[in-house]
Structures are given as C-alpha cells and as structure tokens.
C-alpha cells in the first residue's frame, strides 16, 4: 500500500514537472512576438524615442532637468501632437515617470510621480480624455542608461509616453 502511494505520488510529480516544463509556443523572454526582432513600440536601447502607434512617429519621450519636474518648452509641440493624435485615435496611453539615480528611492519615486502627473496634466488641458490617460512612476528602477556619470543621469530623468 505504502509503495503504490510512493508510486503513484512519483507518477504524478513527474506529469507535473514536465508539463511545467512544456513550451506554450508563446514569446520567450525579451520577444513581444512580433517576428523579426525591430522595435517599433516606443523607445528602446538605443533611446530614440519613436515608434508607431499613436504616437505615430512622434518623440515618446519627455526630458527634464535635475530635480525638476517642469516641461521644457522644447517639448509643447511635441505633447501637443500627442495630444491631437489621442483625441483622433481615442487610444490609451500610460505616462511612466523616471528619475536618475541620485536621491532617495522614497523621493525618486514621487519624483517620477510628479513627472508623470505633470505631462498628464498637460494632455488633459489639451482636450484628452483623463479615462484615456493612465500614470505610474518607476522613479530609478528602470534607467535608460546604468553609466554613473552626467549624461547617464540627464538619459534617466524622462517620462515616457508608453501606447
């Protein structure tokens, strides 16, 4: 009785790890399944910061100075296509807001928070919809560059306009 309970425990455990193990044919790691491996869907390594979608082409991402969370007036025609490409598309878009490195994580993340409120605040004023606008703030967790050094930081210090 004991041993066919061994068995049988053994059985099941072997199904289960191997079914665990069984590919489901979706994306590996790092692919969005889109095929040839181009980024069209924002800004990536390379940070450029274009990408298709709403933002069609559009710069998708934001700069700011140290400890600032103020829009430069470089970017009020920027925004303000993003904001007419929303309008038109009715899409979504979430604003993610990042920070360098320097500071408190506590304080990197409301920074972040206030970088993203801010460009959130300025679609809205523009005539998109709050119900299409979400925000989050990953403050230093996700630098765009990890070098320690002034133009690493100003790379950082971003929100992105992610569709």
Aim: hydrophobic residues 30%.
């Amino acid at each position: 009785m004991v041993k066919n309970s061994f068995m049988t425990a053994l059985f099941v455990s072997a199904v289960l790890f191997i079914g665990g193990c069984t590919s489901s044919g979706g994306s590996k790691d790092g692919e969005d399944g889109s095929g040839d491996g181009s980024d069209t869907s924002g800004y990536g390594a390379g940070g450029s910061g274009y990408g298709s979608g709403a933002g069609g082409g559009n710069p998708r991402v934001i700069y700011f100075d140290f400890d600032d969370s103020s829009i430069r007036s470089e970017y009020d025609s920027v925004l303000a296509t993003h904001a007419q490409n929303l309008i038109k598309s009715g899409g979504q878009v979430t604003i993610q807001g990042h920070t360098d490195e320097r500071g408190s994580r506590e304080y990197n993340m409301a920074l972040g928070e206030a970088r993203a409120h801010v460009i959130s605040r300025y679609l809205i004023n523009q005539g998109v919809s709050s119900s299409q606008i979400s925000s989050v703030s990953y403050g230093e967790e996700q630098p765009e560059s990890y070098d320690h050094n002034e133009s690493a930081w100003a790379r950082n210090r971003r929100a992105v306009l992610d569709y």
